[in-house]
């Protein structure tokens, strides 16, 4: 039941074009992408809060640097992706709006909170190495302001990733308290850390169709596999376990065997029930509030430049 445009949009997609802002695209097209980038963008915000409450405590001069370049690199990503997102046609303040009003989502690592420096390790380790799995594979999605925005955001990436394993090569290699510590982090963001991928294949509403478009060119599945495969090797060398009994090597499949995260947890959080949704929500909408007066600074500053200029 495909019209002609809608057809000759797919053969585009199927012969690996990108899509430009200015094409012609179907509105499921726009909308997905304006949900998907949008996400991606509010999580790049949020996800400065559980970084951002170890700046003033990180342990040296050093790792404050680090950290604190981290978060604003964080900054830039959500710019960067919200203007992508803006070339279909939505404004940020509206993107804002829905972040508000709890229409638009964010990614549920963000909902756990950071509660030791170990934690912060963690967080670089296993939740910037399943962004940068997921974002890696999107450097090739089809719309190609977004695609170019993974590609700048990947290189940032992996500096962050490196970071965090840096810190938990610290921590591991540290007095047995220090190792307790790191242990604890990895118990504690190891299934978070599979949701990020999203729901099982058999649960994902949207892949179906991202997937035709090439929105999305590996399912939830495929990269949280990828996933897996890669970290544990990583966590061995630490000398830290893996929390999950189940886990063992598959050699005819060539990849790990694995448990999978408890879903009803994930829906809770998505839901807005995690650990941390509520405070989320609240620093983003006082910081929205308190920023009122300078954003209504520069409107003002940029109208009388254009008057200036009219003059
Ligand atoms: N959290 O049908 P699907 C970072 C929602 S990395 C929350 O499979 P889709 C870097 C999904 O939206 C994190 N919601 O959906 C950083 C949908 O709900 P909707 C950000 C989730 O879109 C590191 C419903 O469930 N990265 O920020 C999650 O095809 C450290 C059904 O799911 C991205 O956003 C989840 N984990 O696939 C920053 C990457 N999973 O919209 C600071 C781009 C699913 O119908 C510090 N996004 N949902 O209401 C994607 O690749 C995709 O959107 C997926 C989900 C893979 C997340």
Sequence with gaps: EMDEQERAFQDRIDRGEKIEPQDWMPEGYRKTLIRQIGQHAHSEIVGQLPEGN?????????RKAILLAKVQDEAGHGLYLYCAAETLGISRDEMTEQLHAGKAKYSSIFNYPTLTWADIGAVGWLVDGAAIMNQVALQRTSYGPYSRAMVRICKEESFHQRQGYSIMMKMASGTPEQRRMAQDALDRFWYPSLMMFG????????????????????????LRQKF??????QAEYLGLTVPDENLTWNEEKGGYDFSEPDWQEFYDVLAGNGPCNADRMAARRTAWED???????LVAHANKRA?????
């Design 54 to 62: 170890w700046i003033t405590r990180a342990p040296t001069l050093e």
């Design 199 to 222: 729901p099982s294949d058999k649960d994902s509403v949207h892949s179906a169709q991202s997937m035709a478009w090439k929105i999305k060119v590996s399912t939830n599945d495929e």
């Design 228 to 233: 897996v495969d890669q970290t544990v090797p």
């Design 291 to 297: 920023g009122a007066w300078f954003r209504d600074g």
């Design 307 to 311: 008057a200036q200029r009219m003059a």
